[in-house]
T-cell receptor, first 116, second 116 residues
Framework: AQTVTQSQPEMSVQEAETVTLSCTYDTSESDYYLFWYKQPPSRQMILVIRQEAYKQQNATENRFSVNFQKAAKSFSLKISDSQLGDAAMYFCAYRNPMDSNYQLIWGAGTKLIIKP | GAGVSQSPSNKVTEKGKDVELRCDPISGHTALYWYRQSLGQGLEFLIYFQGNSAPDKSGLPSDRFSAERTGGSVSTLTIQRTQQEDSAVYLC??????????????FGPGTRLTVL
């Protein structure tokens, strides 16, 4: 079975600095998709970034980038120039395109605290 | 509407009562998902609807849980004879086309259910 593990329940970072959130996953598939979602106190999940496993290049979205290590099954999120609005729960998720329902498999989340 | 909406935002009920949670997906989105998020946990898949096909109910935790989707749009998740362990945030998501696995799921703000 596919699983997603986020080993950091909570992380804190000084405003304007860089922080990296860890995610590892377990799968026997060679093609899959990985996502980072942000959940602010409003509870609404917002997609931050996605990565397709067959792409070598790490995805980047403005201040957010990933370090995708396929062999190590690692998918970390780097947030540069942290801002107060980045404070939220961050969830790593996996999708197997062979699943008939395309459901997302989720990690337990990391709470990110931004110190002003 | 502009996004996925859910109602009510919060629901407090007594053990043994039935509850109905509503989800309005983004117009034109054919796929709809229900997830459950328990305190400090990631999301747990409950059920998936795709167009007019039979729903994938593989994630429903017991036969007290059921869901329907009328006219391929609005969905209702019903929990009968609620138990305290049903207390959680129930999130709904929709996506445009499920045959593209990288497609983003758009989430509603969830319903926080508290069973006393």
């Amino acid at each position: 079975a596919q699983t997603v593990t986020q080993s950091q329940p909570e992380m804190s970072v000084q405003e304007a600095e860089t922080v990296t959130l860890s995610c590892t996953y377990d799968t026997s598939e060679s093609d899959y998709y990985l996502f980072w979602y942000k959940q602010p106190p409003s509870r609404q999940m917002i997609l931050v970034i996605r990565q397709e496993a067959y792409k070598q290049q790490n995805a980047t979205e403005n201040r957010f980038s990933v370090n995708f290590q396929k062999a190590a099954k690692s998918f970390s999120l780097k947030i540069s120039d942290s801002q107060l609005g980045d404070a939220a729960m961050y969830f790593c998720a996996y999708r197997n395109p062979m699943d008939s329902n395309y459901q997302l498999i989720w990690g337990a989340g990391t709470k990110l605290i931004i110190k002003p | 509407g502009a996004g996925v909406s859910q109602s009510p935002s919060n629901k407090v009920t007594e053990k043994g009562k039935d509850v109905e949670l509503r989800c309005d997906p983004i117009s034109g989105h054919t796929a709809l998902y229900w997830y459950r998020q328990s305190l400090g946990q990631g999301l747990e898949f409950l059920i998936y609807f795709q167009g007019n096909s039979a729903p994938d109910k593989s994630g429903l935790p017991s036969d007290r849980f059921s869901a329907e989707r009328t006219g391929g749009s609005v969905s209702t998740l019903t929990i009968q004879r609620t138990q305290q362990e049903d207390s959680a945030v129930y999130l709904c998501a929709s996506s445009l086309v499920t045959t593209v696995p990288s497609n983003e799921q758009f989430f509603g703000p969830g319903t926080r259910l508290t069973v006393l």
